[in-house]
């Protein structure tokens, strides 16, 4: 009886086993360490060309801030290279300060990814990631194809420069390299950039 149990029973467990090693095979190898992977944004080589195509800066703007020069701060470009000094920046521009860890951030992400897309030649979007881990950025960037470049700000020293501890927070800066806007209201989508950029900076983009 129990010879006959053995024999019923070991057809199974290889049947068993042999599922289970299938899958072990089919498993997808582990994501390499940030550090590893290459960096999904863009270097800052172009930051200081300013965009082939530009618009007078705005007049009878209401911006409490209108006419500020962005501050004298030199930061580190996410994927290495030169520091960039803020004011070598070539405007108009739209520098969204951001972290991995702030829900509205990664919300409106996409959105600054397809206004640099569509806005392409009229100004430049760059980011500011702060009080970040560079695994955190770095994966944010890849998981939603964020492709501008990207400044590093650890010591979060222009929003100290700033007087702002708002998170996200995005500055509108014309092609003289003065602050037109500086908005914390939140996540910003397609058509309130668009109109921001309008407002602020005279550039018609698309939304």
């Not at 029973?9 to 550090?35: E, H, Y």
């Amino acid at each position: 009886m129990n010879r006959r149990l053995a024999l019923l029973v070991l057809p199974l467990l290889l049947v068993v086993s042999g599922c289970t090693a299938g899958k072990a095979d089919d498993d997808p190898a582990p994501r390499p360490a940030a550090a590893e992977r290459p960096s999904p944004f863009r270097d800052c080589s172009t930051l200081g060309t300013a965009p082939t195509s530009t618009a007078p800066t705005p007049t009878g703007t209401t911006a409490a801030v209108s006419g500020q020069a962005l501050p004298e701060l030199t930061l580190s470009c996410f994927t290495g290279g030169a520091p960039v000094a803020l004011r070598d920046v070539a405007g108009p521009a739209v520098i969204n300060v951001w972290a991995s860890w702030c829900g509205p951030c990664r919300k409106e992400l996409p959105a600054f990814q397809r206004l640099s897309v569509r806005a392409a030649g009229q100004l430049q979007v760059l980011g500011v990631n702060t009080r970040d881990s560079r695994a955190g950025a770095q994966s944010i960037g890849e998981d939603f194809g964020v492709r501008f470049p990207i400044l590093v700000d650890q010591g979060d020293a222009l929003q100290r420069e700033l007087e702002r501890n708002a998170f996200p927070l995005t500055l509108f800066v014309d092609a003289q390299g003065q602050i037109r806007h500086i908005d914390a209201t939140g996540a910003l989508d397609d058509a309130q950039l668009a109109k921001l950029v309008r407002q602020h900076l005279g550039l018609a983009v698309p939304a």
